[in-house]
């Protein structure tokens, strides 16, 4: 199972770290991503990286903002989120992708195999 934690009350402009932690998955085998769901919208890609950490994506609205890591040692996935926006609260979800790499399905849900209950994030202006 995976569990996403770290979520909260931040102002405008603050900053929060999320964690995506495993139990009986070996969270290192697999790419990782992060999703949101807005209220009364789709849940959303985030960013995503894969199994060694060398590599990661973004989706446009998060891009110099947001940094998504591992720590294998640590069967963890983090996202840091930098200058946070009113835009940015949502329940943030992490999720284990169906390989250990990235191919062109990344950004979609159903390349996601397992997926861990969403942690609340609302940035106040």
């Known amino acids: 199972q995976l569990q996403a934690s770290g979520g909260g009350l931040v102002q405008t402009g603050g900053s929060l770290r999320l964690s995506c932690t495993a139990s009986?998955?070996?969270?290192?085998?697999?790419?990782t991503g992060w999703f949101r769901q807005k209220s009364g919208q789709e849940r959303e890609f985030v960013a995503a990286i894969v199994w060694s950490g060398t590599v990661t994506r973004y989706t446009d609205a998060v891009k110099g903002r947001f940094l998504i890591s591992r720590d294998n040692a640590k069967n963890t996935v983090s996202l840091q989120m930098n200058s946070l926006k009113a835009e940015d609260t949502a329940v943030y979800f992490c999720a284990s992708y169906q390989y250990p790499y990235l191919d062109g399905s990344y950004h979609s849900e159903e390349g996601y195999t397992y997926w861990g209950k969403g942690t609340l994030v609302t940035v106040s202006s």
């Open positions: 009986g998955l070996t969270l290192n085998s697999y790419a």
